[in-house]
C-alpha cells in the first residue's frame, strides 16, 4: 500500500514535472512538491533500514528484496529529478534574483535619467523664462532706442533752429554794436563840440508846442507861454543859429501879443444855459391865463328832465372829450406853422442843436457857421414861442448879442520860430549821421 502511494506520487511528480519546470512563477510550487518527494525518500529510506532488524521475526518476508530494489531505483530516481528540479530552481532563483537586480539597476538608472531629464527641463524651463524676459528686455530697449532716437532727431532739429537763431542773433548784436559804437562816437563828438544841446533841444520842444497852440488849438496865450520858456532856455548860447533862432521867438512873440482874444470862455457859458433854458419856453397861445381858464369853462349843463336824455348824452359826450382834445387858435398867417406836440418836440431839439454847433464852431474860430446857427436858432424861437414872456424876450435878446461877438482870431498860421529849429535840427540830426 505504502509502495502504490509512493508510485501514484512519483507518477504525479513525473506527470507535473513538464508543466512545473516550464513556467517561471511556479518555482515555490516546484519546491513544495520536492519537500514532500525528500520527505517520502527520507521515509523510505527509514522503512529500508528497519528491515534488517525485523528480519529473524519474519523470515517469510525475504522475497520482497527485489521491491526494495526497484523502490531504491525509484527513490534514487526521485532525487535525481529533486536534484534537477533543486538546481532548476536555483538557476530559476539566480534568474529571478538576476533579473530583479537587473530590473533595479534600470529602475535605477531609469531614476537617473528621469531626474536628469526633469532636471534638464527645469533648466531648459529656466532658460526659456530667461529668454523671455531677455526678448522683453530687448524689445523694451528697442523701444527706448527708437523713442530715443526721434527724441535725437527733434533735439537735433532744435539744436539746428537754435544754432540758426544764434547766429542770427550774433549778427544783429555785431550789427548792434557797430550801432552803438558809431552813435557812442557822435554822441561823444557831439557833447564835445555842444555842451548845451540838450537845453538846444528842450527849446525846441517848447517851440513845437507853441505852434501847435497857434495852428490847432487857437490858444495864443498858450503859445505865448511857450515861446517865453523855448528863449529862456536859449540864454547864453551864442551861436549864429541859435542867435536867429531867437529872433524868430521874439517876432512871433509880437504878433502874437498882437491878436485880441475874445471871451470865448464866458460865451461857451452863455450857450450851455440858453441850452438849458430852452425847455422852459412857452408856445405862442398858451400864455394867456384867460385863455386857459375858458379852455376848461363848461358852455352846457345836462338837466334835470328825462325827456332831455339824448341832449344830455350828447353834451356829457362833448364835456368828457374836451379834456382830451384841445383847440388852440392862432393868427391866420401863423396857421401854417402849427404844431403838434411830438412836432413840439422836434422844434426844441432842433433850437438845442443849433446851439450845440455855434458852441462847436466857436472851439473852431468859424466865425460864419457861428453866426449862423445862432440866428437859425433866433428864428425859431421867435416863429414858435410866446415873444410877451419873458424867458423868450431874455433868451432872442442873448442870441443877437452873440450873433456880435466876433470869435474869431487874426492869428499867424505859421511861426518862424517853428520854421527856424526845423531848419537847424535837420542840418544837426544829419551831421551827427554823417
Avoid at 533648466?123 to 529668454?131: E, N, P, T
Avoid at 530697449?141 to 542773433?169: C, G, H, W
Avoid at 562816437?185 to 555842444?194: I, N, P
Avoid at 547864453?236 to 531867437?246: K, P
Wanted: proline residues 3%.
Amino acid at each position: 500500500m505504502q509502495e502504490s502511494k509512493d508510485q501514484n506520487q512519483a507518477n504525479q511528480a513525473a506527470a507535473q514535472e513538464p508543466a512545473a519546470a516550464t513556467p517561471a512563477d511556479s518555482a515555490a510550487a516546484l519546491e513544495a512538491q520536492a519537500q514532500e518527494l525528500l520527505q517520502s525518500a527520507d521515509t523510505q529510506r527509514a522503512q529500508s533500514n528497519q528491515a534488517p532488524q525485523d528480519a529473524p521475526a519474519a523470515p517469510a518476508q525475504q522475497p520482497a528484496a527485489p521491491e526494495d530494489a526497484s523502490t531504491l531505483k525509484q527513490l534514487q530516481r526521485v532525487r535525481s529529478r529533486c536534484s534537477f528540479l533543486s538546481l532548476c530552481c536555483l538557476v530559476l532563483a539566480a534568474a529571478v534574483i538576476g533579473g530583479g537586480v537587473y530590473c533595479y539597476q534600470e529602475l535605477s538608472l531609469l531614476k537617473q535619467a528621469q531626474s536628469a531629464v526633469d532636471s534638464k527641463a527645469a533648466a531648459l524651463d529656466a532658460a526659456q523664462s530667461s529668454l523671455t524676459q531677455a526678448q522683453q528686455q530687448a524689445a523694451a530697449l528697442i523701444q527706448t532706442n527708437q523713442t530715443l532716437q526721434q527724441s535725437s532727431a527733434q533735439l537735433m532739429q532744435a539744436q539746428s533752429a537754435l544754432a540758426a537763431k544764434v547766429e542770427a542773433l550774433t549778427k544783429a548784436q555785431a550789427s548792434e554794436r557797430v550801432t552803438a559804437t558809431k552813435l557812442q562816437e557822435q554822441l561823444a563828438q557831439y557833447a564835445a563840440r555842444d555842451p548845451s544841446a540838450w537845453r538846444v533841444a528842450e527849446s525846441y520842444f517848447e517851440v513845437a508846442e507853441a505852434y501847435r497852440q497857434t495852428a490847432f488849438a487857437r490858444n495864443p496865450t498858450a503859445a505865448i507861454w511857450n515861446l517865453q520858456q523855448a528863449d529862456r532856455l536859449l540864454v547864453n548860447i551864442e551861436e549864429e543859429d541859435i542867435l536867429a533862432v531867437r529872433e524868430a521867438i521874439a517876432a512871433d512873440l509880437s504878433a502874437l501879443s498882437a491878436v485880441k482874444v475874445p471871451d470865448l470862455t464866458g460865451v461857451s457859458l452863455r450857450l450851455e444855459q440858453l441850452y438849458r433854458d430852452t425847455a422852459k419856453l412857452v408856445l405862442a397861445g398858451m400864455s394867456d391865463p384867460k385863455q386857459r381858464a375858458a379852455a376848461f369853462e363848461k358852455q352846457h349843463e345836462p338837466t334835470e328832465n328825462i325827456a332831455d336824455w339824448k341832449n344830455n348824452l350828447v353834451t356829457s359826450a362833448k364835456e368828457f372829450s374836451s379834456r382830451f382834445i384841445e383847440i388852440r387858435r392862432r393868427a391866420p398867417d401863423a396857421a401854417a406853422e402849427f404844431l403838434s406836440p411830438q412836432q413840439e418836440t422836434y422844434l426844441r431839439e432842433n433850437i438845442r442843436t443849433r446851439l450845440l454847433l455855434a458852441k462847436l464852431a466857436l472851439t473852431q474860430g468859424a466865425q460864419a457857421n457861428f453866426a449862423a446857427n445862432l440866428h437859425e436858432a433866433a428864428r425859431l424861437v421867435d416863429t414858435y414861442f410866446d415873444k410877451e414872456n419873458a424867458l423868450t424876450e431874455a433868451m432872442l435878446n442873448a442870441l443877437a448879442q452873440l450873433s456880435a461877438v466876433t470869435i474869431e482870431l487874426d492869428m499867424p498860421r505859421v511861426l518862424q520860430s517853428h520854421q527856424r529849429f526845423e531848419k537847424l535840427a535837420a542840418a544837426r540830426i544829419h551831421g551827427l549821421q554823417g
